[in-house]
């Protein structure tokens, strides 16, 4: 017996999905899953994560509910993904934050707002947050860069740290042998894996909603979502560098490359997160994990947050509207970075890790 | 869709060009080709919704013969070998030039069921010996049915479900109507110009199985769901078709007695009979458990065990072998003594003991390997252990308590290379025709081969859709 109902639960649909084996050509849950006989804690949180929630196995297999064998491996995996994100969170004491994400992140966001927007009330005269401010350095009137860059700066490192440390108990957990590093031909293989969305394809054909017709476009506004955050993250990257190395300071022209990025990404953080929320309000129920609710639509709002207040920015950052804007677009990205090690963020990385793993055993499979 | 003005004969009820009676592989096959040639198609399935497609949605696998390898098929499997391998199993009861008829569709069939939306892979793990020749379906049987229905309803055939089929209007040998339990629409009786009639075998009407087995077949285990009864073919063998196939004959597997009475499906098997000895509620041997090799041994042992005093046996095995075959659903029974174990079974203790430590003495040398048919053999014994023979001696000892597991029935009504029920005075119908389970006797007169359900569920559905859709056209 595991520690929780759910692991339990798991367990027993993987004994009864390991005598079938019907699914095994859908995703790599099932190949994961023969290469076992027994599930440990650790096993049945990484096949938790290898899944990407697709639908495929649920309207294929014979055994789902109403059957009285009630096979459904996606929601059981769904509730004991978020699960192990609270288990494995660092530090422990902040794991309690997945209970009630939604509310939390919220919270946290509306606080981080307020704060930027007071902030820059208190200390900004009030004809300099709402003047008009062109030219280099522009931004830097309502808030000093330096200060900025701290600010940002630590919130990001600690977020990589808590995330760093979150994974590592979760490696450890699902390594064997206990401690084994990943290689670098696995690596690579997660990183094709995770950056094509390999497993989010209902076995080929599109993931499934409100029936038995694929009809789900979650990998493209996932990929929407995903390359429009990391163009945004590049963006930003591209800045720090211009303004370090070249002494250039925001804002940039529109022709240049940080604002191209930061466009881009901005769109793609706009319209992906719309797209995910309106796959999410159509999902089958039957596959979801209600309870996590609150988590996945708080992560698609901050992410959607982030985008509009940063497309609002750039398009009217040469009006009296940009230092409210600034306020709010630092806010939404400040929010977003301290509670990356502790919403729907960490999916991400766990789901990366569990694919490294898979990758990995399948090259020392016999 | 609903059938068009042009197939309203009399402006005031319905009429369809083909009525196709039954909801799994055949039946839809049937459907979509009845369609696609042109068609108004209703398919009324018995089972609700998710109950749908009968042993459809328990299969994962087709034999089809091919002349080369393909992306999933490891190599070539001609017309004639599939021919052979066909009368081996059935020991020559078939009809050859049905049979040879099938075998030559099945080559087309491998590339129009995926035109229907079914997808491939290659076959499952566990399973290596029949990738040359079997093809698998992309997440099972369910899958494949799931895409059969997508594309059925995009052309436009009908589907109703819970719809049952009371009585069938037959006359002269040409279907008139089917009467319906639920209306469907205001109307409780369904007229079309043709019948195809793919609605299964009888294997889940135990009364049925009681008229050729006794209560025997109280103790049988329906690996399908409860709504195989075989009420189509009881009402076309009444009205005057032509039957075929010995009644007692079937598809029967060993499945784990503790599986529930219906729809089990592949799970509450066992594959572990090889690896030790199979034992009666006396604790006796009874058939030589090493005979020949998955998967031809495979289907041998539900017969073997529905033969045995309440259709009980026991796979007994020990501590050594429990990686060699799948995991299972149900976990061993286990004992740290032989008399242990078979205390925990409700078996005699002297007894077992004696059958194991007289087939351990029985045991030959040998170099044990499960794949071939190895030199591993027992001697002095009867019934002897001719492969895979090896001790049991590590503890713990261990056990699956097995029971029939009835797939299909081989019962069912003659029909003719179209699929065109003959009937009892050997003329053919003018519109009626089967596929699937319920005309597998034509091809199938005992034994199986694995994928051959659906072999005969995908050809024969597809010719009767056509025929029955020309008949209605003309």
């Known amino acids: 017996m595991h520690g929780t109902r759910i692991l339990d639960e798991a367990d027993r649909l993987m004994t009864v999905c390991n005598s079938c084996r019907y699914c095994e050509g859908l995703c790599a849950v099932f190949p994961a899953m023969e290469m076992r006989r027994a599930f440990s804690d650790g096993d049945l949180n990484y096949l938790a994560n290898l899944c990407h929630s697709c639908g495929a196995c649920y309207v294929d297999c014979q055994f789902s509910p109403p059957h009285e064998f009630n096979v459904n491996v996606p929601k059981t995996l769904a509730v004991a993904r978020a699960e192990s994100y609270a288990a494995y969170a660092w530090p422990q004491a902040l794991s309690g934050a997945f209970a009630r994400n939604g509310l939390v992140i919220s919270l946290i966001a509306a606080l981080s707002m307020a704060a930027f927007i007071f902030g820059f009330a208190a200390l900004n005269d009030r004809s300099v947050l709402f003047g008009v401010h062109t030219g280099p350095g522009a931004f830097y009137r309502l808030m000093p860069h330096n200060a900025m860059a701290a600010l940002f700066s630590v919130a990001f490192l600690y977020a990589i740290l808590a995330l760093v440390m979150s994974v590592r108990a979760f490696w450890r957990d699902i390594g064997t042998p206990i401690g084994g590093r990943a290689d670098g031909g696995s690596i690579v293989q997660a990183i094709r894996d995770a950056g094509e969305l390999r497993y989010l394809h209902g076995g080929g054909v599109g993931c499934y909603n409100e029936d038995d017709k694929p009809t789900d476009r979650r990998k493209l506004y996932h990929h929407l979502t995903f390359y429009g955050f990391l163009l945004c993250f590049a963006a930003t990257s591209v800045a720090t560098l211009y303004h370090y190395l070249l002494g250039r300071e925001a804002p940039y022209p529109w022709w240049d490359l940080p604002v191209v990025l930061g466009a881009l990404g901005g769109i793609g953080l706009i319209v992906g997160p719309i797209g995910l929320f309106v796959a999410k309000l159509r999902g089958a129920p039957e596959l979801l994990d209600e309870q996590r609710y609150g988590m996945d639509v708080g992560f698609i709002a901050m992410l959607f947050l982030t985008g509009l207040t940063g497309m609002l920015l750039l398009i009217l950052r040469e009006t009296a509207a940009m230092g409210p804007l600034l306020a709010l677009h630092l806010g939404a990205v400040f929010a977003l970075f301290i509670t990356i090690p502790y919403g729907k963020f960490v999916h991400g990385i766990y789901r990366f890790a569990a694919l490294v793993r898979y990758a990995q055993e399948r090259r020392t499979a016999p | ?474």
């Not at chain 2, 990686?323 to 203790?349: H, N, R, W, Y």
């Open chain 2, 1 to 474: 869709m609903s059938p068009t003005s042009s197939h309203r004969a009399d402006g005031m009820s319905s009429k369809y060009d083909v009525l196709v009676i039954g909801g799994g592989n055949a039946a839809l096959c049937a459907a979509i080709a009845a369609r696609r040639g042109g068609a108004s198609v209703l398919v009324l399935e018995g089972a609700p919704k998710f109950y749908r497609g009968g042993n459809t949605r328990h299969t994962r696998n087709m034999r089809c013969a091919h002349d080369a390898a393909t992306e999933i098929l490891t190599g070539p499997y001609t017309e004639e070998e599939f021919w052979e391998d066909l009368l081996r199993v059935t020991g020559g009861q078939t009809d050859e030039v049905l049979a040879r008829h099938m075998i030559r569709e099945s080559k087309d069939i491998l590339n129009w069921i995926v035109e229907q939306g079914v997808r491939w892979q290659p076959s499952l793990g566990g399973t290596l010996s029949l990738g040359r020749t079997n093809s698998f379906f992309l997440g099972g049987g369910r899958a494949m049915l799931n895409a059969l229905y997508l594309t059925a309803e995009r052309l436009g055939v009908d589907v109703e479900y819970d719809a049952e089929v009371i009585d069938l209007v037959i006359e002269d040998g040409m279907f008139l109507a089917a009467r319906l339990k639920r209306p469907i629409k205001g109307e409780t009786e369904i007229r079309a110009t043709s019948l195809v009639a793919a609605a299964g075998g009888f294997e889940a009407n135990i009364e049925w199985l009681k008229q050729y087995w006794g209560d025997a077949a109280d103790n049988f285990l329906i690996r399908g769901t409860p709504y195989n009864r075989g009420s189509i073919l009881k009402m076309l063998l009444d009205k005057g078709v032509q039957e075929v196939g010995d009644p007692t004959q079937c598809h029967a597997v060993a499945i784990d007695a503790r599986a529930p009475k219906f729809d089990g499906g592949i799970i509450t098997r066992h594959d572990s009979v090889v690896f030790g000895i199979v034992v009666n509620k006396h604790a006796q041997r009874f058939y030589d458990e090493g005979e020949d090799i998955w998967p031809k041994r495979y289907a041998i042992w539900g017969r073997l065990v529905a033969a045995q005093p309440d259709q009980i046996a026991y796979i007994i095995f020990d501590s050594t072998v429990v990686t060699s075959f799948m995991p299972t659903l149900f976990p061993p029974i286990a004992g740290q003594t032989v008399a242990e174990l078979a205390g925990k079974l409700e078996l005699d203790p002297a007894a077992l003991e004696k059958t194991v430590t007289e087939f351990n003495a029985a045991v030959r040398p040998g170099t044990f390997d499960h794949t071939i048919l190895d030199d591993c053999r027992t001697e002095g014994i009867t019934p002897p252990k001719t492969h895979w023979a090896r001790r049991i001696e590590t503890p713990p000892y261990l056990a699956y308590p097995v029971r029939p597991g009835i797939t299909f029935t081989y019962l069912g009504t003659r029909v003719t290379r179209e699929a065109r029920m003959l009937m009892a005075d050997g003329k053919p119908s003018a519109n009626m025709f089967a596929a699937g389970e319920i005309m597998a006797g034509n091809v199938l007169g005992k034994g199986y081969a694995a994928g051959m359900g659906m072999t005969i569920g995908s050809v024969f559905g597809r010719i009767a859709g056509r025929e029955a859709a020309r008949h209605a056209k003309n």
